[in-house]
């Protein structure tokens, strides 16, 4: 028999539902009749019920509060709210607080109350079993996360090569690892933009990375081989390969090259870009230590690689510094704008791919210089870098940000021109988007303005006003082809105030509308 709790401060109701022969039929007892929660939880100390059938307004502790208590230590006892027709607003703050069902207090009967009974008993029987279910899973993941940990131990302790056969062998076998690792090899597989810096993305990508790693753990199954799986954070990924138990050469290559290509068709099919990088196959007890730097040193020159897989090849080394024509590429970037040197630059940037490739550096080292230059022209911030692909990425990368530091044109500063005109026009390139005109100029470089449009004239073969209108014509260009702004919006972001004049100068300059330009160009 089921052992049901009463609670209702109304004693005419309880002694109604007590005298109902249906109870007995389903097979349930009632074992106690109670006045308010607080008595109802006196019971349950001592007895152990199936279910609770409870008022909600009751004095002392309602049955809203008592749920609540109830639920804090029991998830499985069977809670049914008996309800009036003004009730509902406190039935869903006992729904919310637990109770599993509520009835309408004036529709029992023997026959509702024995229907009622019978689809409880269902119920209750799989809550309970749902619990244990629970209940076991719960043991079962914690196993398992003791386990991970006892495997992360065993790799971190083998990795750093500090401790004895002996030691490492006990730490294996508490692991559960049967594998032993004395021929091995690793494949890593990295996220490309495991080096972000954006902190409000690091909770989504590891989660993304716990999915990962699920995905890359069914490997395990295709292939009748020895392996551990593991997430070691940061977007890597480690999959460490036992070929203990084998002797040919031939077939230990064939089987790593299938599993590094199963894993490599799941990172093809990911929204996430990966990198695959495979040691060769080491002998001895420092195997997996030296297959896995080997691994990581291949993950270290994906920028220079063009092969899907990066199989580790001696030959190939990784530069941990950063070159020093990129060293001295930061130091004088200053100096190539205050010069206006916009092809000395350019030059020098090809000069720093060409080290980095001579010199394999690491793309980490690669990319920070790259953020560090982009820092130092106040580009907007952008710290993804999963969508270089190559080091020409970079170049192409690195063009466009010294080409905006410059104004986004190829203008070059005459040598021959005297200091006064030679900081008039970096003054005008660094600054022809705002509404600047001869007199600001003049101001700037500490010239009358009279004078300042003379030695411009004579100097740059060419008028302030129409040198001027060049730069900002250039640009509104370049919008044009580029941009879907709007052609007014184009005209104030070129530096012109008035967009019925820009459109009779460009009209005049160009012999046609921009909208003609835009529609030519596109064509």
Not at 303 to 312: N, S, V
Not at 436 to 457: K, P, T, W
Request: glycine share 4%; hydrophobic share 35%; proline share 1%.
């Amino acid at each position: 028999m089921k052992k049901v709790i009463l609670v209702d401060d109304d004693f005419l109701v309880r002694s109604y539902l007590k005298m109902l022969s249906s109870w007995q039929k389903a097979g349930y007892e009632v074992v106690a009749d109670v006045r308010d929660g607080k008595e109802a939880l006196d019971a349950l100390d001592t007895i152990e019920a199936d279910l609770v059938i409870t008022d909600i307004s009751m004095p002392l502790m309602d049955g809203i509060q008592m749920i609540k208590k109830i639920r804090k230590y029991n998830q499985t006892l069977y809670i049914i709210v008996l309800s009036c027709h003004d009730d509902f607003d406190y039935v869903k703050d006992a729904m919310k607080e637990g109770a599993d069902e509520y009835i309408l207090k004036n529709s029992l009967n023997e026959d509702t109350l024995l229907k009622l009974l019978y689809t409880t008993t269902e119920k209750i029987e799989k809550k309970r079993n749902d619990s244990e279910t629970n209940k076991q899973s719960k043991r079962m993941y914690k196993d398992e996360v003791q386990n991970m940990k006892q495997k992360y131990i065993f790799f971190n302790q083998l990795l750093s090569g500090t401790h004895s056969e002996e030691e490492l062998e006990v730490m294996r076998v508490k692991a559960g690892i049967g594998a032993r690792f004395y021929n091995s090899a690793v494949i890593v597989i990295g996220m490309k933009d495991r080096n972000s810096q954006i902190d409000e993305n690091v909770f989504q990508k590891e989660q993304e990375c716990q999915l990962f790693l699920q995905k890359v753990t069914l490997v395990k199954n295709d292939f009748n081989q020895e392996m551990e799986i593991l997430y070691l954070g940061y977007g890597i990924f480690c999959c460490f390969i036992d070929f203990s138990n084998m002797h040919r050469q031939s077939l230990m290559h064939q089987i790593l090259t299938s599993i590094a290509s199963s894993c490599y068709m799941i990172c093809e099919s990911e929204e996430n870009k990966y990198d695959v990088a495979v040691s060769s196959i080491c002998i001895g007890r420092q195997s997996v230590r030296q297959s896995y730097q080997q691994a990581r040193t291949m993950l270290k020159l994906v920028l220079y690689e063009k092969k899907g897989i990066l199989y580790y090849s001696p030959e190939k080394k990784t530069g941990n510094t950063l070159p020093e024509a990129a060293k001295n590429f930061l130091r004088n970037l200053d100096k190539y704008c205050d010069r206006g040197d916009l092809h000395k630059a350019l030059k020098e940037c090809h000069r720093v791919v060409k080290s980095f490739i001579s010199e394999h550096t690491d793309s980490r080292i690669v990319f920070q210089w790259l953020h560090n230059i982009e820092q130092m022209i106040e580009l907007p911030e952008d710290y993804d870098y999963s969508s270089i692909d190559g080091i020409e990425q970079v170049q192409s990368r690195l063009e466009n940000a010294i080409s905006t530091l410059f104004g986004n044109h190829l203008i070059e500063i005459p040598e021959q021109l005297s200091i006064p005109v030679h900081n008039a026009v970096l003054y005008i390139l660094q600054n022809y988007r705002s509404q600047i005109g001869l007199n600001e100029v003049a101001e700037a470089v500490g010239l009358n303005s009279a004078y300042l449009s003379y030695l411009f004239s004579q100097e740059m073969g060419v008028g302030f006003s129409t040198f001027l209108m060049e730069q900002r014509l250039l640009y509104a260009k370049k919008l044009l082809a580029e941009t879907e702004l709007k052609v007014c919006e184009i005209a104030e972001n070129a530096g012109f105030n008035d967009y019925h004049y820009f459109s009779k100068a460009f009209k005049k300059a160009c012999g046609m509308s921009a909208a003609e330009y835009r529609k030519k160009t596109r064509a």
